[in-house]
């Protein structure tokens, strides 16, 4: 693969076309055939818009683009969680995704350690994942999720069950002889 000609970069406002394009492609890719395609299309046009992105950015989200040539193929996003099984101390990943053409690559993994990198001063790393996106389910389980709480998640105006994961952020020291 291409991996060399991939980066990772921080996203600001001024990125939010990119996310907006990667984001609507990639929940596209992912969900079309799958979920009902009046709600997807719903989904979409709010959730992936460019206002949609610069609002949360505005609002204190953290994002990375991951782009090949300058073209965006994939993007991770982390904000406040609004996830019920949140606590004090939790970020939420709202949002990570690849085209499936880099399936199976490093870049997912390096979107991940760009959250984690940022996330270091919380203690837990939350997420919500489709109950039956198994292939996103086994990521983040090699990534050291664990399911926490399930919810009901709306696309479109559509209910879809949801797990929510969460996975510790927190170093724990590691003692040697001279402490």
């Known amino acids: 693969m291409t991996v060399d000609r991939i980066t990772i970069e921080a996203a600001d406002a001024d990125a939010a076309e990119s996310l907006a394009l990667i984001g609507a492609a990639t929940f596209l890719e992912s969900f079309a055939g799958i979920l009902d395609g009046v709600s997807l299309v719903k989904h979409c046009t709010a959730q992936h818009s460019a206002a949609a992105y610069q609002g949360l950015l505005k609002g204190g989200a953290k994002a990375w683009l991951a782009k090949l040539d300058g073209a965006p193929i994939g993007y991770a996003l982390i904000c406040a969680p609004d996830l019920e099984a949140a606590q004090p ?24 350690d760009a959250v984690t990198d940022e996330a270091q001063d919380f203690q ?12 996103a389910i086994a990521f983040y389980k090699k990534q050291g999720f664990d399911q926490i709480a399930a919810r009901r998640f709306n696309v479109g105006g559509t209910l879809y069950d949801d797990l929510v994961l969460a996975r510790p952020l927190v170093t724990q ?3 040697t002889e001279n402490s």
């Open 89 to 112: 101390g939790d970020i939420e990943l709202k949002r990570i995704y690849l085209l499936s053409k880099f399936h199976g690559g490093s870049v997912a993994s390096r979107l991940m």
């Open 124 to 135: 837990r790393l939350l997420l919500g994942v489709k109950d039956d996106n198994h292939r």
């Open 173 to 175: 020291t590691v003692k």
